[in-house]
């Protein structure tokens, strides 16, 4: 809106705010302004929790230094999902679809997390929705991202090829090319495409919901995540950069910069609040949230590929359960980690909790950093 005033209406009569057609300085203005809302609002929302007392339970099975952590306010992904959106709103040209694509994504996601904890709240307990609804509605979602970038596709707006990094020839169509041009079977075609946009961001909302167990791990693993996405969406809606590092060039997806730069900014506002030791939790509204808006970009800008190492710790902590649960059940109840996920093995280990969390920051800048080499690396 800001955007659509100070450029659009305003910049034809005051040649001074034809700054406002900058990305970067949009998105810079976007990461501040998220950053004020999330720190201005924060102890209001914080305060609010605690007065309709939603607070966290935390599972029996948890580790035992966490029972002091029940009662802490959570669903503070709300405050996240606020600081998000309204900058992204403010700041991006809302004619663009894949702003509108994106939001949307994130919204439902955040909208999946609420339903989750607030069946937790109700019946105060630590298991909200099944497993089999989350997925759905996951799924569901997903989905309905996948069948938009089909008929963004369809107008010449996207690709439906991927992108492999260090093979810059090697693109393959997740289009079935023998049908699409037959009648009645159009659709069809795109059916590997829509499966793989759903596993990717299905995967990846559940994979940041695993890895929310310690106090700011999630959040911070985020910035990490958030910052290289943001640089990897300028270089993709940029003539000179994409045409040097030989991606694919996509105008339109370089807006959701703002976004990126947005989402940077919530999540260092709320690692303010949720530093160890935590005044509040993000809960599922958060972590799905924010899993979700990750994936769904890099699907979008064409570097669903570079996920596992853009969330490099958010893959190693899903793996990590998906490992125990299989040797528990194939092995006959034998584990290779003292606790999943992979967090609570080092906890167990003897390592304190601001040192797991830490080292996993570290851990999540390093496979960042090496998303980031593969631009070049073709």
């Not at 305060?47 to 966490?66: A, K, M, N, T, V």
Request: glycine content about 10%; overall charge positive.
């Amino acid at each position: 809106m800001l955007y659509w005033l100070l450029y659009e209406k305003l910049y034809p009569i005051f040649r001074v705010f034809r700054i406002f057609r900058y990305l970067t300085f949009r998105c810079v203005f976007a990461s501040l302004t998220a950053l004020l809302i999330g720190m201005l609002i924060g102890p209001f929302v914080i305060r609010r929790l605690r007065e309709f007392q939603i607070g966290q339970y935390i599972r029996d099975e948890g580790p035992e230094s966490h029972k002091t952590k029940s009662g802490t306010p959570t669903m503070g992904g709300v405050l996240i999902a606020i600081a998000i959106l309204i900058p992204t709103l403010l700041w991006s040209d809302l004619r663009n679809p894949f702003v509108w694509l994106v939001m949307a994504s994130t919204a439902a996601f955040a909208g999946i997390g609420f339903a989750d904890d607030y069946i937790k709240v109700v019946h105060k307990r630590n298991l909200g929705l099944t497993g089999r609804q989350k997925l759905a509605l996951q799924f569901l979602v997903s989905g309905a991202v996948a069948v938009t970038l089909t008929i963004l596709q369809g107008k010449g707006f996207y690709s439906t090829r991927l992108v492999v990094p260090f093979l810059k020839h090697f693109r393959p169509d997740l289009i079935i090319g023998s049908i699409h041009y037959t009648p009645g079977l159009y659709w069809v075609s795109f059916l590997p495409f829509v499966l793989f946009v759903m596993f990717v961001i299905t995967g990846a909302s559940n994979a940041v919901n695993l890895t929310d167990g310690l106090d700011g791990l999630a959040i911070g693993c985020t910035i990490v995540a958030a910052g290289a996405l943001t640089v990897l969406t300028y270089v993709s809606g940029h003539v000179v950069f994409s045409d040097y590092l030989e991606l694919q060039r996509m105008p339109l997806v370089g807006e959701l910069t703002i976004f990126c730069g947005a989402m940077v900014g919530a999540s260092i506002s709320f690692l303010w609040y949720n530093a160890h030791p935590a005044e509040i939790f993000m809960g599922d509204v958060g972590s799905l949230m924010l899993g979700g808006a990750i994936a769904t970009v890099a699907v979008v800008i064409k570097q669903e590929l570079l996920l596992p190492f853009i969330g490099g710790v958010f893959i190693l902590e899903a793996l990590s359960v998906m490992l125990q649960v299989g040797s528990y059940k194939l092995r006959g109840g034998k584990r290779i980690f003292k606790m999943a996920p992979l967090h609570h093995h080092f906890e167990l280990s003897g390592w304190s909790e601001s040192k797991v969390i830490t080292r996993f920051w570290i851990l999540a800048l390093v496979f960042a950093l090496f998303a980031l080499t593969t631009l070049k690396l073709r």
